[in-house]
């Protein structure tokens, strides 16, 4: 086909699409509108929660960065544990979500957020635990030594879980004065229903390195046990940037970039809708507001000060006069 006329052949084919109930092909149409809707197309899961600012979801990447790098640091020097720590990824889940993230054979550790007596779930798989406390005990084997944990077992796993837990103190002094605390190891039951299964999550899968051995290290921050030191760290910061002279000025350079509405408002009331439907002309509506000749200088939806009404050359203007916190 060549500028849209059909050959002889073409038109034989179409004749013969028609008479076995067929459509005719247009592969080149529909590729053709493919392209087009994939270049607005974009995919979104609204399974996922977005309670995590993305500065927030940034901040805790970067603050479990750091933790990574301050726990092997602590195990290797006081444990002579030679573990590598690496974050892989950061995502946003429900609880349920999230805990499908956790391995079968991982060790669920339950860690207390103090001061604010809340909860999130450190899961580390078990072969790394126990090549760990073999180190602990002076082992030079590179292969985790697979056994059932005896007592003495579960109080070196403890142990090797606290400096964990220690390293997640320190790393999160810079975002709140909080402590986190090892409570105790659950199993998988237990540990799935610590939340609610729709709770926004934060999840952090990390893996660590130990020998021969590499296992995934996953934490989940449910919103609810993370929102106060978040809240906290937002408070101390705006604090700062009020005090500081410097940053002030510069964020109120910034604002003042911004375009805003501004308008002169005279009265307002507040109608029923059936009200509005039956006006007429000539019906009076009654205003309250400002004094006659006077309006308030409304910005988007924020009355910010009281004004004379009045002209400036041949356009209407309005003179400042008193700021709204002293306006009786």
Same mark, same amino acid.
């Given at each position: 086909?060549?500028? @849209? *006329?059909?050959? =002889?052949?073409?038109?034989?084919? $179409?004749? /013969?699409?028609?008479?076995?109930?067929? +459509?005719?092909? #247009?592969?080149?149409?529909?590729?053709?509108?493919?392209?087009?809707?994939?270049?607005?197309?974009?995919?979104?899961?609204?399974?996922?929660?977005?309670?995590?600012?993305?500065?927030?979801?940034?901040?805790?990447?970067?603050?479990?960065?750091?933790?990574?790098?301050?726990?092997?640091?602590?195990?290797?020097?006081?444990?002579?544990?030679?573990?590598?720590?690496?974050?892989?990824?950061?995502?946003?889940?429900?609880?349920?979500?999230?805990?499908?993230?956790?391995?079968?054979?991982?060790?669920?550790?339950?860690?207390?957020?103090?001061?604010?007596?809340?909860?999130?779930?450190?899961?580390?798989?078990?072969?790394?635990?126990?090549?760990?406390?073999?180190?602990?005990?002076?082992?030079?084997?590179?292969?985790?030594?697979?056994?059932?944990?005896? @007592? *003495?077992?579960? =109080?070196?796993?403890?142990?090797? $879980?606290? /400096?964990?837990?220690?390293?997640?103190? +320190?790393?999160? #002094?810079?975002?709140?004065?909080?402590?986190?605390?090892?409570?105790?190891?659950?199993?998988?039951?237990?540990?799935?229903?610590?939340?609610?299964?729709?709770?926004?999550?934060?999840?952090?899968?990390?893996?660590?390195?130990?020998?021969?051995?590499?296992?995934?290290?996953?934490?989940?921050?449910?919103?609810?046990?993370?929102?106060?030191?978040?809240?906290?760290?937002?408070?101390?910061?705006?604090?700062?940037?009020?005090?500081?002279?410097?940053?002030?000025?510069?964020?109120?350079?910034?604002?003042?970039?911004?375009?805003?509405?501004?308008?002169?408002?005279?009265?307002?009331?507040?109608?029923?809708?059936?009200?509005?439907?039956?006006?007429?002309?000539?019906?009076?509506?009654?205003?309250?507001?400002?004094?006659?000749?006077?309006?308030?200088?409304?910005?988007?939806?924020?009355?910010?000060?009281?004004?004379?009404?009045?002209?400036?050359?041949?356009?209407?203007?309005?003179?400042?006069?008193?700021?709204?916190?002293?306006?009786?």
């Amino acid at each position: 086909m060549s500028d @849209g *006329i059909l050959d =002889a052949s073409q038109i034989d084919a $179409l004749l /013969e699409q028609a008479a076995n109930g067929e +459509l005719p092909d #247009q592969p080149a149409v529909e590729e053709k509108e493919q392209k087009g809707r994939n270049r607005w197309l974009r995919v979104v899961d609204f399974s996922r929660p977005t309670k995590f600012g993305p500065e927030e979801e940034n901040r805790m990447r970067r603050l479990h960065e750091a933790f990574c790098r301050m726990a092997g640091t602590r195990l290797a020097g006081q444990h002579r544990i030679p573990m590598e720590l690496e974050l892989i990824d950061t995502s946003q889940r429900t609880w349920r979500d999230a805990y499908k993230l956790v391995s079968r054979d991982a060790a669920c550790a339950v860690v207390e957020i103090k001061p604010y007596g809340t909860t999130c779930l450190l899961a580390v798989e078990m072969p790394l635990l126990l090549l760990a406390i073999d180190k602990l005990l002076g082992s030079d084997d590179e292969e985790p030594n697979e056994r059932k944990l005896t @007592g *003495i077992d579960m =109080a070196l796993v403890k142990r090797v $879980l606290g /400096e964990f837990t220690s390293a997640m103190s +320190l790393t999160w #002094q810079d975002l709140a004065e909080v402590e986190f605390e090892l409570t105790g190891i659950e199993n998988e039951a237990d540990a799935e229903q610590m939340v609610s299964a729709s709770e926004p999550t934060l999840a952090i899968a990390m893996e660590a390195r130990l020998g021969s051995v590499s296992s995934a290290v996953v934490l989940l921050l449910p919103h609810v046990s993370v929102q106060p030191a978040l809240a906290e760290y937002a408070a101390r910061t705006a604090a700062d940037m009020h005090a500081d002279p410097v940053v002030k000025d510069m964020l109120h350079r910034r604002i003042g970039e911004a375009t805003v509405s501004v308008r002169a408002e005279l009265g307002a009331t507040t109608m029923g809708l059936h009200e509005v439907l039956a006006l007429q002309p000539g019906d009076s509506i009654r205003l309250t507001g400002p004094a006659p000749g006077e309006a308030d200088l409304v910005v988007d939806d924020i009355t910010v000060c009281r004004t004379r009404a009045g002209r400036h050359g041949s356009k209407r203007a309005v003179q400042i006069e008193t700021p709204m916190e002293d306006v009786a």
